[in-house]
Each structure stands twice: as C-alpha cells, then as structure tokens.
C-alpha cells in the first residue's frame, strides 16, 4: 500500500500578516580607530602651538618694554657716542680776551686772542666779530670782569649782533655791576664782574661781538673775561 501522508514537499511558507509592522534596522557605521587618531593629534597640535604663540609674544613685549625703560650698556653707550659725535660736529666758540686790547680804550670792542681760544665751525673778523656759518638756536654767554669803576656811567659789558659786516650793529645782551664806592677801601683792589647767558636765534652770516664803555676799566687777567656760544 502507498503510504499517502508522506512527502518530501515542505510545508508552504505562512504569508506575513498585514497588520504587523516589522522594522528595519540599518547598521550604524563605526568610526574607525585609523583615521580618528591623526584627527586628535592634529587638534592637540594647533592648541600647543598656539599657546606657544601666546607666551612668546607676551615674554617679547615683556622684554621690550624692559629694554625702553631701562636700556641695556651697550645701548647706553651707543646713545652717547651718538650725542659725542652730534656734539663735536656743532658750532662752538670760547673766546680767551687778549691782554693787549687797551691800545685804543675808546674803540670800545673787545679783542680776542685767537691762538689761545677754541674755535670749531666759527670764523672770527679782524678778532673783534664771529661769524656764524650755520643758521639755528645758539646758547651766547658773556662774561666781564672790570677793575675800575666810572665815575659818570654804570659799569656795562653788552653784547651787539649785525647781520652781515655790513650791517647797522644792534644790542642782544647787556649786563652791568658796580663797584664798592668806600673811599676807606681804596687800598684793596675793587673787582666786579658781569655776567650773561641767554638762547639766541641766529642766521647765517651773522655777526656777534663784545662791548664795553672804557676798555681801560676792564681787567685783563686770565679767565676773568671770557666769551662764547654754542649751536644747540
């Protein structure tokens, strides 16, 4: 007999319901380890580098404004081989009184005695005038020591300038003194000394000089009557 509830045909596949959802899941990609790792590095890098920036920056301000306040000796040193080498190319005259001026006391006009005084940049006419070769501001000084007094005019020593050799001469500078009248000290030798000092602007080709009332009435020792100026 045949067996008729055997067979080798499986069973028929149950069809899907179709109230019943089902889900499909995706598969998230994991990030992977290789390219991560250089991403964090380069991250790491650029703050590093960028904290580096910031405290280098800050220790070279830190040095710079230490060096404007306190210079260093070497820049102390070029600062004033700089103002030597400014200085010892500028104007400058100091004038020694020549001991031989009284020859004609009414001239008025001191003279100088032009091998023992320091000229730099300045030309002297006939020892009585200074030329100035350089236009600007210059620090004039005076300084006259009298020996004896007058007895009609006040001791005075002025200072004249004239533009060119030419010109009308002008007064710049003036200074008087005077001395003890005490007939009781007429043994002790009566001295007295005028001094000046004052910035005076000048041009080129200007002319400066000395003047006193009576050259007879100044006193001729060394150092005691000077003159000079300097370009500043």
């Given at each position: 007999m045949i067996n008729t509830y055997q067979t080798s045909l499986a069973p028929p596949p149950v069809p899907p319901r179709l109230n019943r959802s089902h889900p499909?899941?995706?598969?998230a990609q994991l990030p992977s380890p290789g390219h991560s790792k250089p991403l964090i590095r380069f991250l790491v890098?650029?703050?590093?580098?960028?904290?580096?920036?910031?405290?280098?920056?800050f220790i070279y301000l830190y040095h710079i404004d230490k060096m404007d306040k306190h210079p260093s000796?070497?820049?102390?040193?070029?600062?004033?081989?700089?103002?030597?080498?400014?200085?010892?190319?500028?104007p400058l005259a100091g004038m020694v009184v020549d001991q031989l001026t009284p020859r004609d006391p009414t001239s008025g006009f001191l003279k100088w005695d032009i091998k023992h005084s320091l000229l730099k940049k300045i030309n002297y006419y006939k020892e009585v005038w200074l030329t100035i070769p350089e236009s600007g501001d210059y620090y004039v000084y005076s300084r006259v020591t009298f020996s004896k007094g007058d007895?009609?005019?006040?001791?005075?020593s002025r200072v004249l300038l004239r533009k060119n050799e030419n010109a009308e001469e002008k007064v710049v500078m003036r200074a008087y003194c005077s001395l003890d009248s005490n007939t009781e000290r007429k043994s002790i030798p009566q001295l007295c000394t005028a001094t000046q000092g004052e910035v005076i602007p000048l041009e080129k080709g200007n002319q400066l000089s000395v003047w006193v009332q009576n050259l007879s009435l100044v006193d001729y020792t060394e150092g005691a009557t000077t003159f000079g100026m300097y370009k500043l």
């Open positions: 499909v899941l995706i598969p890098g650029v703050v590093v580098l960028h904290l580096l920036l910031s405290v280098g920056g000796a070497e820049g102390k040193a070029a600062l004033l081989s700089s103002d030597k080498q400014e200085t010892l190319y500028k007895s009609a005019k006040p001791l005075a």
